[in-house]
T-cell receptor, first 120, second 112 residues
Framework: AQKVTQAQTEISVVEKEDVTLDCVYETRDTTYYLFWYKQPPSGELVFLIRRNSFDEQNEISGRYSWNFQKSTSSFNFTITASQVVDSAVYFCALSEAERNYGGSQGNLIFGKGTKLSVKP | NAGVTQTPKFQVLKTGQSMTLQCAQDMNHEYMSWYRQDPGMGLRLIHYSVGAGITDQGEVPNGYNVSRSTTEDFPLRLLSAAPSQTSVYFC???????????FGQGTRLTVV
């Protein structure tokens, strides 16, 4: 069965600190996709990144970077020089390539989220 | 470009009442889904659809019905509201089930 664990429930940092949000996943599929979404205090869900299981190259987008390691089943997200606007709940999610009717396989399975508070 | 539109944004129901949460998308996406978000639980899949006329259950389908008569619309029906259905509901759409999902603004539902 697929599962996503975000062990950090809440993190609080001071502006300009670097912060890493952890995500560990479980799946039996060899082909799968990993996602990160941001939910700011306004409540909407904002897509940040999608990776497939065959692409372990790390990705950097501005102050954001993602470290995908299949050996440890982790897909961690780092914010460099955090800002107050980064305060949000961040969700990691998994989608397996094999879709079976009657279950949740193939759909997004979310972790419980990490609430990040960045203080000025 | 509206994306995914959910209505209403807020709703209060009495136990036993029924209602429909509306979801519409204008991106011609085949795949649509409904999630509920509860504190400390993340988002859990209620129902999903892979195209007009095709729906299936997710992780927490009890107490909810869906139908998909058009590509654009995917309403969620609460048959007989219960306090346990107090939650924030999100509708999402994507071109396929493994691509980026676009979410609506959410509906905050309270059942008293």
């Amino acid at each position: 069965a697929q599962k996503v664990t975000q062990a950090q429930t809440e993190i609080s940092v001071v502006e300009k600190e670097d912060v890493t949000l952890d995500c560990v996943y479980e799946t039996r599929d060899t082909t799968y996709y990993l996602f990160w979404y941001k939910q700011p205090p306004s409540g909407e869900l904002v897509f940040l990144i999608r990776r497939n299981s065959f692409d372990e190259q790390n990705e950097i987008s501005g102050r954001y970077s993602w470290n995908f390691q299949k050996s440890t089943s982790s897909f961690n997200f780092t914010i460099t020089a955090s800002q107050v606007v980064d305060s949000a709940v961040y969700f990691c999610a998994l989608s397996e390539a094999e879709r079976n009717y009657g279950g949740s396989q193939g759909n997004l399975i979310f972790g419980k989220g990490t609430k990040l508070s960045v203080k000025p | 470009n509206a994306g995914v539109t959910q209505t209403p944004k807020f709703q209060v129901l009495k136990t036993g009442q029924s209602m429909t949460l509306q979801c519409a998308q204008d991106m011609n996406h085949e795949y649509m889904s409904w999630y509920r978000q509860d504190p400390g639980m993340g988002l859990r899949l209620i129902h999903y659809s892979v195209g007009a006329g095709i729906t299936d259950q997710g992780e927490v389908p009890n107490g909810y019905n869906v139908s998909r008569s058009t590509t654009e619309d995917f309403p969620l029906r609460l048959l007989s509201a219960a306090p346990s259905q107090t939650s924030v509901y999100f509708c999402a759409s994507s071109s396929t089930f493994n691509t980026e999902a676009f979410f609506g603004q959410g509906t905050r539902l309270t059942v008293v």
